[in-house]
């Protein structure tokens, strides 16, 4: 059972208003949850979902997942990383990265015992990886979410931070407004759901638009 809190960032990727729809990216896809869900949205919006998988295990689960789903999909496997798809050419791209899932541990308490320091820092470099790769995949005035499952700043807001500082062409987007009725969701932009308040995993995510220049 996906986690609401999984459900709503993708809602949120999808509610952004954008002028044109022609195809859209989720990065690290697998097993499957949030790339239904976004597969779904898609056809609603009448476009595609390319669905990138690093092992070929957890794309066949992904496969499983979007094989009802009536979308327009295609799934690869590959490092994403080196994004191997087109650049500039995505309208919205889901970057649902590695992370040390400190955010389930009211699901998965054990969890915690299973991290170190040095496993944050490490996951840190291959977000920035993916967060950059993301930014170069996507259209100008495009759109995209980075997603991790932590409440760990080094792997939310840092990240994000970290990468913005080295690019001209990103905005920030108030990700607030494409969480309708949720409380308490602190002062923007991005967003980070919290067991306490949210009843949900401790999801982040932040929106970024591509500029269109």
């Not at 022609?22 to 009448?46: F, I, T, V």
Request: charged letters at 25%; a negative charge; glycine letters at 8%.
């Amino acid at each position: 059972m996906q986690d609401e809190g999984s459900q709503l960032v993708t809602l949120a990727l999808a509610a952004v208003e954008l002028e044109t729809e022609n195809a859209w990216l989720d990065m690290c896809a697998g097993p499957g949850g949030k790339a239904a869900l976004l597969a779904g949205l898609a056809r609603e919006h009448r476009t595609s979902l390319l669905a990138n998988e690093l092992h070929q295990h957890r794309a066949d689960l992904v496969e499983q997942a979007l094989r009802n789903s009536g979308a327009d999909f295609d799934i690869v496997v590959g490092d994403a990383t080196q994004g191997h798809w087109p650049r500039d050419h995505f309208d919205r791209v889901l970057v649902d990265a590695p992370c040390t899932g400190l955010g389930a541990l009211r699901r998965r308490p054990e969890a915690r015992w299973r991290r170190s320091a040095e496993d944050v820092a490490g996951l840190t470099v291959l977000q920035k990886k993916l967060l950059n790769t993301a930014l170069d995949s996507v259209r100008p005035g495009g759109v995209v979410a980075y997603v991790t499952c932590s409440p760990h700043l080094a792997e939310t807001a840092f990240v994000v931070m970290d990468v913005l500082k080295g690019r001209s062409d990103i905005e920030a987007i108030d990700a607030r407004p494409y969480f309708p009725g949720v409380p308490d969701l602190g002062d923007g932009p991005s967003v980070q759901l919290w067991p306490h308040l949210h009843g949900t995993d401790a999801m982040f995510v932040s929106l970024l638009r591509r500029d269109r220049s």
